[in-house]
């Protein structure tokens, strides 16, 4: 176990922490509460805390075929849905199925773009607001107007394409279903943004197209 896969691991459980026990320095709190003593956040839940710690240690322990990563059965989830549309021709049903089933959310999410006119709102639900990013991605940049990551995908996919379990690539997934994916998010919640084209590096750029055309 590297000591960056020993960082990342802890900056997860961190932030879980973090998001739980953020209380004290909220808008509106008392003086009082300002000043009382820290706490995690997990109080009463050491448990479950201690189940997420025990699942980060086995994950990275395992080493064999390859070195898994903390993101690996989510990727193996997403690849498996990707390589049975791909199969039947059928990633456009795919990506709409997705869309339907985070509709509710994006579409709250255009309520409170339309009263505020904050766009950058529609990249913090894309991101920052949902689980189903931050755990599938390890880091992600932000900035205003832009959001970019490494593609998650190159670790499983060189370690199952030997074994014939997958025959896609990290272009052809950008492609096929990251771009089309992402730009049908931004429809909903009624803003305008642009995903970078594929590169070796495998950087993935989603930045506001407001904010394109004013660079």
């Given at each position: 176990?590297t000591q960056?896969?020993?960082?990342?691991?802890?900056?997860?459980?961190?932030?879980?922490?973090?998001?739980?026990?953020?209380?004290?320095?909220?808008?509106?709190?008392?003086?009082?509460?300002?000043?009382?003593?820290?706490?995690?956040?997990?109080?009463?839940?050491?448990?479950?805390?201690?189940?997420?710690?025990?699942?980060?240690?086995?994950?990275?322990?395992?080493?064999?075929?390859?070195?898994?990563?903390?993101?690996?059965?989510?990727?193996?989830?997403?690849?498996?849905?990707?390589?049975?549309?791909?199969?039947?021709?059928?990633?456009?049903?795919?990506?709409?199925?997705?869309?339907?089933?985070?509709?509710?959310?994006?579409?709250?999410?255009?309520?409170?773009?339309?009263?505020?006119?904050?766009?950058?709102?529609?990249?913090?639900?894309?991101?920052?607001?949902?689980?189903?990013?931050?755990?599938?991605?390890?880091?992600?940049?932000?900035?205003?107007g832009?959001?970019?990551?490494?593609?998650?995908?190159?670790?499983?996919?060189?370690?199952?394409?030997?074994?014939?379990?997958?025959?896609?690539?990290?272009?052809?997934?950008?492609?096929?279903?990251?771009?089309?994916?992402?730009?049908?998010?931004?429809?909903?919640?009624?803003?305008?943004?642009?995903?970078?084209?594929?590169?070796?590096?495998?950087r993935?750029?989603?930045?506001?197209?407001?904010?394109?055309?004013?660079?």
């Amino acid at each position: 176990m590297t000591q960056r896969q020993i960082a990342l691991a802890a900056a997860t459980v961190l932030t879980l922490i973090w998001s739980a026990g953020q209380t004290a320095d909220k808008p509106g709190a008392d003086v009082a509460s300002k000043f009382a003593a820290e706490t995690s956040g997990f109080e009463g839940r050491e448990e479950a805390l201690g189940r997420a710690l025990s699942t980060v240690i086995k994950t990275l322990n395992n080493t064999e075929p390859y070195q898994h990563e903390m993101n690996d059965a989510l990727v193996k989830a997403l690849l498996s849905q990707m390589q049975f549309a791909k199969d039947r021709d059928l990633m456009p049903e795919l990506i709409e199925h997705d869309r339907r089933v985070l509709l509710p959310l994006l579409v709250r999410t255009k309520k409170y773009i339309d009263q505020t006119g904050n766009t950058e709102l529609a990249l913090v639900a894309m991101f920052e607001r949902t689980a189903c990013h931050y755990q599938l991605v390890d880091e992600t940049h932000a900035e205003a107007g832009l959001r970019s990551y490494t593609s998650p995908y190159k670790t499983v996919l060189d370690a199952t394409r030997r074994l014939e379990q997958f025959d896609m690539t990290e272009e052809w997934i950008h492609n096929n279903w990251t771009i089309p994916r992402f730009l049908g998010m931004a429809k909903v919640m009624g803003v305008n943004i642009t995903v970078s084209p594929w590169n070796e590096e495998g950087r993935v750029i989603v930045q506001l197209a407001d904010r394109v055309a004013q660079n």
